[in-house]
């Protein structure tokens, strides 16, 4: 017997049970932005190498450690995308969306690093991404932000998440900062981590971001970058504050917040909580304003974040956040016994589907008897089930079980069956999700 093919490590089915809390919260964020006025991109999920390294940073662990790179039979790198913001860029600018023009711009689907699965982490994860272009102040900002809360105000998660907000300033400051906090850490560099050890010479900013014990106890009394940064950047991180303040969002300021990416600067910012142990981290973004030059187009000032499906799907799982009419995904299951039932209740069934376009139903195929039928039925999870035999089709009706009320089967003129299921299940049916 050959070799059961599995799926790869850290790369996950999305099966029938899970799909419908996807496609709430998937249909929850498309219906927020859209209320916002975010028009929807779609990239493509491989990119040429270089994008990446010259947007991520070729010394950042996504670029060294992380991405799927290969050759194609062209010899060209490409890689499948570790995060979406580079490619939406690359996309904007290609197809003339950014000089001199404003972009709201939002995406989803599949992104891919080499990390090692565990829970809330996967080699292969979904992020929704939101990117906007050619607005500068700290209003835009502000404006991602309040639409992030609202979607968790909206989910019913909102008090479970903490919002951390820090500046990384301009380049320039940045730089010097770096040079300071460089300095100060190779003191203790032999009492630094594995990982903080390697950063120092390359991205010292990520030692920032270091869980170990001791290296966050020699951080205390590290240089604070409040002493490096530049005027534009605190009046505009003070603007955004003020915003967030009038509106009554709270937030946490957090010195020690970098991001993983080379490109941002400025404004950054996550949404945390600690109800996912390790991985508390559900949204997160900032302003990344030389990106677009940085990839060859005009200067063009630009913020955005994405959030994390998985991580954002288990929070509302561990929160119990989901609706419970989620469960529900039938209204009706059409079973047919004797000769020529069969064809008579799949024309049936598609002459009720015209007739109520928002009825779900499933019509039973492969015969059988009743009994087993509406076994079947009954594990379908369908409100009714609707029982065509010869005799009822030849006296014109149908007859109706209610699978999770009691009543009494009854019998329905078939030419009264649309309206019948309409009528019972806007009654009995919760209201549809918006």
């Known amino acids: 017997m050959s070799k059961k093919i599995q799926a790869i490590r850290g790369m996950n089915d999305l099966l029938p049970d899970a799909s419908p809390r996807w496609q709430y919260l998937e249909g929850r964020v498309r219906n927020l932005l859209a209320r916002y006025g975010y028009s929807e991109i779609r990239m493509p999920i491989v990119e040429q190498t270089a994008l990446f390294k010259r947007s991520i940073g070729e010394v950042t662990d996504i670029v060294e450690k992380e991405m799927y790179t290969f050759e194609d039979r062209n010899g060209d790198s490409l890689t499948l995308r570790p995060e979406g913001t580079a490619g939406c860029v690359r996309a904007a600018e290609e197809h003339g969306l950014l000089f001199n023009q404003q972009q709201r711009l939002w995406y989803q689907g599949p992104m891919f690093r080499h990390e090692r699965p565990q829970k809330g982490r996967y080699r292969q994860f979904h992020q929704i991404g939101v990117e906007t272009f050619g607005l500068n102040g700290p209003d835009i900002d502000a404006e991602l932000i309040l639409l992030s809360a609202r979607l968790w ?16 300033g301009s380049a320039a400051a940045r730089a010097e900062y770096r040079q300071a906090l460089t300095s100060y850490l190779e003191g203790f560099k032999a009492e630094l981590d594995e990982d903080s050890q390697r950063r120092l010479s390359t991205n010292p900013l990520r030692i920032l971001d270091s869980k170990d014990p001791r290296t ?52 950054v910012f996550e949404w945390t ?64 016994s004797g000769e020529g039932a069969d064809a ?36 379908s999870g369908a409100s ?19 699978l999770r009320e009691a009543h009494q089967q009854s019998e329905v003129a078939i030419s009264d069956l649309a309206g019948f299921l309409a009528q019972h299940l806007r009654i009995c049916k919760p209201a549809e999700l918006s």
């Open 216 to 267: 966050r106890e020699i951080l205390q009394l590290a240089p604070s970058f409040d002493s490096y940064l530049d005027d534009e950047s605190r009046q505009h991180f003070a603007g955004l504050c003020q915003y967030l303040d009038a509106a009554g969002v709270a937030y946490t300021l957090n010195p020690r917040l970098v991001r993983g990416l080379d490109y941002y600067g400025k404004t």
């Open 384 to 402: 009714l089930a609707v029982l065509l035999g010869e005799d009822e089709i030849s006296r014109g009706v149908a007859s109706v079980k209610y």
């Open 273 to 336: 909580t600690t109800a996912l142990g390790s991985q508390g981290t559900v949204c997160a973004g900032g302003r990344y304003d030389g990106l677009v030059e940085q990839l060859g187009g005009k200067a063009t000032p630009a913020v955005g974040f994405a959030m994390g499906v998985e991580r954002l799907i288990l929070l509302l799982e561990t929160l119990n956040a989901f609706p419970a009419e989620l469960a529900q995904q039938l209204d009706v299951y059409l079973a047919a």
């Open 153 to 168: 105000r909206e989910l019913g998660i909102l008090d479970h998440l903490t919002l951390e907000l820090n500046t990384l």
């Open 344 to 379: 008579y209740a799949l024309l049936l069934a598609e002459r009720l589907r015209s007739e109520q376009p928002g009825l779900r139903i499933l019509t039973h195929c492969g015969g059988g008897a009743f009994k087993q039928q509406i076994k079947r039925a009954d594990k």
